[in-house]
């Protein structure tokens, strides 16, 4: 986490030091739902093993993934954890996962703190926000093809980390599409 941390915005010693010391192991089987629709995210997960995702589910049951977690990221609900508001969405592990997560309480102590902290969280949040709205064009502008090549060419590891249904799902297209787009196009 710390050569993770230190490539978008390093901390002095005493700030990793405190920093460091607030994290506890955790971890959960295959398809555990760790958040869900209606609860507070009251953890910062940092993933050191597995994969896991965040997905909608609509009032009929429509499966809409909205990201993906794996090594080395941080995870959890985002909007719900730092709003400390209701989450609309579910945090589910894909695969058996082990983490490290910490509180909101100690991470806001942190802020509060730490004014270099504060910027670090705010480096962290543009990179989000700047990935979000460029994935968002992905999702308004691009067919199914350049969707599937946006992801290739961003993150080719996926296809063999994540199973392709979600992967689909993700891009917003149906398992269908996906599948004849996984055989015509070849893969680097």
């Known amino acids: 986490m710390r050569k993770f941390i230190s490539?978008?915005?390093p901390l002095s010693s005493g700030e990793?030091?405190?920093?460091s010391g607030i994290w506890q192991p955790f971890e959960a089987r295959r398809k555990t739902v760790l958040t869900a629709t209606g609860e507070t995210e009251k953890y910062l997960y940092f993933v050191t093993e597995g994969v896991q995702r965040a997905?909608?589910?609509s009032n009929d049951d429509k499966d809409a993934t909205l990201v993906?977690?794996?090594p080395p990221s941080f995870a959890g609900v985002a909007d719900s954890f730092l709003l400390q508001q209701p989450s609309r969405y579910y945090f589910e592990t894909l695969t058996y996962s082990r983490f490290i997560r910490t509180t909101y309480l100690q991470v806001n102590e942190m802020m509060q703190r730490y004014p270099n902290f504060r910027s670090l969280m705010l480096t962290m949040l543009s990179h989000v926000l700047s990935g979000v709205?460029?994935?968002?064009i992905e999702l308004q502008c691009f067919s199914a093809e350049q969707k599937f090549r946006a992801l290739l060419k961003r993150s080719p590891h996926v296809l063999r980390l994540i199973p392709h249904k979600y992967?689909?799902?993700y891009l917003g297209i149906d398992a269908t599409t996906f599948s004849k787009l996984l055989g015509s196009i070849r893969i680097d």
């Open 167 to 169: 992967l689909a799902s």
């Open 133 to 136: 709205l460029e994935r968002q």
């Open 55 to 57: 997905f909608y589910l």
């Open 68 to 70: 993906f977690m794996y």
């Open 16 to 19: 990793w030091d405190d920093f």
């Open 7 to 9: 490539n978008v915005h």
